[in-house]
């Protein structure tokens, strides 16, 4: 089969004018490695987060006309992938998974471990909802306003979990002696 005479988009979908290729190369590329962090977060598997950043990017592409310039493209790319992300929860019918069992596991070892993965550790524990919060503002840099545009929640919900989820993080890096 000749990939040239099947096409999943008509070529009329797929191209875009030189100034606007640019653009997009210019000012959603740039923000790969973060979607690809935050697709970590969501999807806690390497090929599973690559293919959603794929989607992602590709969505983009396809939609770019939609963007506006001098907006945030950050928050824009995020809103796709988060909206990919629970797209394909709905189908598959899945639900985050938390690996207690193993992370409880890890934790009972005796051995000395560092400040770091005791961080990595504490955060793990954290529920879902404080981790994304979490991640999106302290790793991503991601304000109040974005985050809810983001997530579709209010501003005080967003700020109501940011400050418990540092206050639980801080309560069990303080049990393990870290602060």
Known sequence: MDLGEHSFFPAHQLAMPGNRASDFENV????????????LHLASEKSRAEDLVQETLFSAWRNFRQFKPGTNCKAWLFRILTNLHYKQMRRSGRRPEVQVEE??????????????????????????????????????GFEVREIAELLQVPQGTVMSRLSRARASLRAALMRGGNI
Request: proline fraction near 4%; glycine fraction near 0%; charge should be negative.
């Open 28 to 39: 959603a590329l740039p923000h790969a490695a973060s979607l690809l962090r935050y697709a």
């Open 103 to 140: 992370q409880e596991a890890r934790l009972a070892a005796p051995e000395k471990v560092s400040a770091s993965q005791e961080m990595r550790e504490a955060f793990a524990r954290l529920t879902f909802e404080h981790q994304e919060v979490l991640q999106l503002a302290v790793i991503e």
